[in-house]
Nanobody, 117 residues
Framework: QVQLVESGGGLVQAGGSLRLSCAAS????????MSWYRQPPGQTREFVAA???????NYADSVKGRFTISRDDAKNTVFLQMNSLKPEDTAVYYC???????????WGQGTQVTVSS
């Protein structure tokens, strides 16, 4: 079992920045990849960024150059630094973990990000 707790969401003006955190606990050794997804109002959940155990990262085209995913292994925490925020970045942001064996998926409870124009 893996537990994920997100924090850092809030209200920010367009052009501003926020940093989201996702603290993982439980069977952390089993995690192969951690990702951020988001669900804008009235839309389906979409991929934002991911980081693998080996440190490889990838991003959705819509956030490349503005968002950065990173991790602090000592704190079992993954971060999403979001710069140059746009109103279309408004969404509930979810942390996701996938295990190496069996590809089990775990989700956090989500954190709201609202970008005002």
């Amino acid at each position: 079992q893996v537990q994920l707790v997100e924090s850092g969401g809030g209200l920010v003006q367009a052009g501003g920045s926020l940093r989201l955190s996702c603290a993982a606990s439980g069977s952390i050794f089993a995690i192969e990849r951690m990702s951020w997804y988001r669900q804008p109002p009235g839309q389906t959940r979409e991929f934002v960024a991911a980081i693998t155990r080996g440190g490889s990262t990838n991003y959705a085209d819509s956030v490349k150059g503005r968002f950065t995913i990173s991790r602090d292994d000592a704190k079992n925490t993954v971060f999403l630094q979001m710069n140059s925020l746009k109103p279309e970045d408004t969404a509930v942001y979810y942390c996701n973990a996938v295990t190496r064996l069996y590809r089990l998926e775990y989700w956090g409870q989500g954190t709201q990000v609202t970008v005002s124009s």
